[in-house]
């Protein structure tokens, strides 16, 4: 598809075209201040548009922690622009960008962070209790969502009773249940076995295939394997890896 300036429109999948990328680096860079000054995260320019499934790879100390907070809206840029489907976040206000990040945004950690003491239903249920969405549906979207993760079943059973593959697929339900513009995952494979780790890829894989955005980031090169696109970061620089075939 070409543009009438003549510069190629980029239809990413799931209809990108003419929608704001999700993620619009600009120059984005992060230092902290020491003494003495780090230069966690060099500048860098990054697009990442609807549908994508990017992972980012990199050993332990390259820049990785950074690079998921710049994106996840848990720190700022010490430089350049961090665009969030197309909202410049650097003018927001903390409340804004909370609130941002609350609506646009769907953590999984490696280590799951689920109420040990709530069923999975009340867990995914409680992602949604700081928006005016009312307390049935509240219930019916997180049914849902348990479904979607194929925990149907397991609605009413407690995280301590769950396998680290259904805890991961219940923190990936309560991810989803605020549709988020964008799933942003830190080692999610990282606390599981290989054989729940594949099922937590899949449903990965298959959450990508219906048009979530999804940046995945992880220090094994097998994960990253998994991505439709790759960057690698080595002493806070991120370059983008040649597509495979
Ligand atoms: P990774 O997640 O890939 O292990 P990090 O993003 O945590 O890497 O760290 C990147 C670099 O920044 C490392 O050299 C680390 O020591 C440094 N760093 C991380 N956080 C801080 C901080 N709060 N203050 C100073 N240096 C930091």
């Given at each position: 598809m070409t543009r009438s300036d003549g510069t190629a429109a980029?239809?990413?999948?799931?209809?990108?075209?003419g929608r704001p990328p999700v993620i619009e680096f600009r120059q984005v860079a992060r230092t902290y201040p020491?003494?003495?000054?780090?230069?966690?995260?060099r500048p860098c320019d990054l697009t990442i548009r609807h549908g994508d499934f990017v992972t980012v790879v990199g050993p332990s100390g390259s820049g990785k922690s950074t690079f998921l907070n710049l994106a996840g809206l848990l720190d700022a840029p010490t430089a350049g622009a961090y665009l969030l489907d197309g909202i410049?976040?650097?003018?927001?206000k903390d409340a804004d960008r909370t609130a941002l990040r609350g609506r646009r945004i769907g953590f999984v950690f490696?280590?799951?962070?689920?109420?040990?003491?709530?069923?999975a239903l009340e867990n995914v249920a409680l992602a949604?209790?700081?928006?005016?969405?009312p307390r049935r549906e509240r219930t019916r979207r997180a049914r849902e969502a348990l479904r979607r993760v194929g925990l149907g079943h397991r609605v009413d059973a407690l995280p301590s009773r769950m396998s680290g593959g259904e805890r991961q697929r219940v923190a990936i339900a309560r991810a989803l249940v605020g549709r988020p513009s964008l799933l942003l995952c830190d080692e999610?494979?990282?606390?599981?076995?290989t054989a729940n780790a594949q099922t937590v890829l899949r449903l990965l894989e298959e959450l990508h295939h219906e048009g979530m955005t999804i940046v995945l980031i992880t220090h094994d090169q097998e994960v990253a394997a998994r991505g439709r696109r790759t960057v690698a970061i080595r002493d806070g620089v991120l370059r983008e890896e040649a597509m495979a075939g």
């Amino acid at each position: 598809m070409t543009r009438s300036d003549g510069t190629a429109a980029v239809a990413g999948p799931d209809g990108a075209a003419g929608r704001p990328p999700v993620i619009e680096f600009r120059q984005v860079a992060r230092t902290y201040p020491g003494p003495p000054p780090v230069e966690a995260f060099r500048p860098c320019d990054l697009t990442i548009r609807h549908g994508d499934f990017v992972t980012v790879v990199g050993p332990s100390g390259s820049g990785k922690s950074t690079f998921l907070n710049l994106a996840g809206l848990l720190d700022a840029p010490t430089a350049g622009a961090y665009l969030l489907d197309g909202i410049d976040t650097g003018s927001l206000k903390d409340a804004d960008r909370t609130a941002l990040r609350g609506r646009r945004i769907g953590f999984v950690f490696q280590s799951f962070h689920l109420m040990p003491h709530r069923s999975a239903l009340e867990n995914v249920a409680l992602a949604m209790v700081y928006r005016a969405t009312p307390r049935r549906e509240r219930t019916r979207r997180a049914r849902e969502a348990l479904r979607r993760v194929g925990l149907g079943h397991r609605v009413d059973a407690l995280p301590s009773r769950m396998s680290g593959g259904e805890r991961q697929r219940v923190a990936i339900a309560r991810a989803l249940v605020g549709r988020p513009s964008l799933l942003l995952c830190d080692e999610p494979t990282g606390n599981l076995d290989t054989a729940n780790a594949q099922t937590v890829l899949r449903l990965l894989e298959e959450l990508h295939h219906e048009g979530m955005t999804i940046v995945l980031i992880t220090h094994d090169q097998e994960v990253a394997a998994r991505g439709r696109r790759t960057v690698a970061i080595r002493d806070g620089v991120l370059r983008e890896e040649a597509m495979a075939g």
